[in-house]
């Protein structure tokens, strides 16, 4: 009877620190349940931190890359696979800590107790698991330990399968087989990755002094043009936005066939737009910038653009009056 209840006893101990070694704040209850697969590959998708591991497979072949990333609700897991090799399972398991991660007395991790995994039939090269941060309980600035363990194969040229056991991670595990795993930090998404391009309208003026209006168009008083004589040196001109804010230059000159305009800006500001004309006459009235025979959309915006158009005789000798406006950013 006392054999019995020390039995009894001690298989009690034992399955209660079974549970305790298996207590992971970041596994479910539920182990066995399956995380729905992110349809788009979070590398495509804005906003988001990531950082890229390898994934070994047969110890030494680089098999491919374990992405792990999130963005201000989710953390995505990706085994994206490269040089043929396909997924034929996944276990995935995260942790707080090394010693979270389920494991033998030996140090030797055990895939089949990952919280996570998924058969693939059919076979695929990519796959992402995808996890709420809030179901996790993770927050910014938390630590992962991320073990992702695969089956991988490998088509060759007689038909079959090289077949081997995969690790992603660069760090070397310990006990006496081979493995390696990932140290992943939650980090704030990137702030706003797609700022709005705001711009400003600039002018191309006369001198380089911020309040000089010299040249003024009509009843706007900082609208501007400049007026010269075009020849073979070219000569330069002052590109002003938002009034008072210089943002590049612009060189004026001909040839026996064309006059050209070559705008050049400061970093950081960009053009998405331009416009230019050229009138023997002085400007009155209000500007009408998509009236210009001569404009630009700059898609991609640019840093540098030449106009280059014909030169027309009535332009022989004259004091030409040349207006170059443009949408310029960021602002």
């Given at each position: ?111 089949g107790q990952f919280a996570y995994k998924k058969t693939h039939d059919p076979l695929v090269s990519e796959y992402t698991y995808q996890f709420s941060l809030a179901d996790l309980s993770l927050n ?192």
């Amino acid at each position: 009877m006392k054999t019995i209840t020390k039995t009894v006893i001690l298989m009690i101990v034992t399955l209660f620190a079974l549970a305790a070694c298996n207590t992971n704040p970041l596994m479910p209850e539920t182990p066995e349940t399956e995380v729905l697969s992110f349809s788009v590959s979070p590398k495509s998708v804005s906003n988001v931190q990531s950082s890229s591991y390898p994934i070994w497979a047969g110890q030494n072949i680089n098999a491919g890359n374990l992405i792990i990333s999130n963005d201000a609700n989710n953390l995505y897991i990706t085994y994206s696979l490269t040089d043929g090799w396909l997924l034929r399972a996944t276990h995935l398991h995260i942790a707080s800590s090394l010693n979270r991660i389920p494991m033998n007395r030996q140090g030797i991790p055990i895939p089949g107790q990952f919280a996570y995994k998924k058969t693939h039939d059919p076979l695929v090269s990519e796959y992402t698991y995808q996890f709420s941060l809030a179901d996790l309980s993770l927050n910014y600035g938390d630590e992962i330990y991320v073990a992702a363990h695969a089956e991988v194969v490998k088509p060759n040229i007689s038909g079959g399968f090289q077949s081997e056991t995969a690790w992603g991670g660069i760090i070397p595990g310990g006990g006496p087989r081979w493995w390696f795993y990932a140290v992943y930090t939650i980090v704030p998404p990137i702030d706003n990755p797609n700022p709005v391009f705001r711009t400003e309208t600039a002018m191309l003026r006369m001198n380089d002094v911020p309040n000089d209006f010299s040249n003024r168009w009509g009843r706007h008083p900082w609208f501007s043009y400049v007026n010269l004589i075009p020849n073979s040196s070219p000569r330069t001109f002052y590109f002003y936005a938002a009034q008072h804010n210089r943002v590049g230059e612009a060189k004026i000159w001909r040839d026996l066939n064309s006059m050209y305009v070559e705008i050049e800006l400061d970093a950081p500001y960009e053009m998405q737009q331009t416009h230019l004309n050229v009138q023997t006459t002085n400007y009155t009235g209000s500007p009408s910038f998509g009236l210009f025979p001569y404009t630009a959309t700059h898609s991609p915006r640019v840093s540098s653009y030449t106009y280059q158009i014909p030169w027309q005789s009535a332009w022989n000798n004259a004091d030409l009056k040349v207006a170059l406006h443009g949408e310029v950013g960021p602002f």
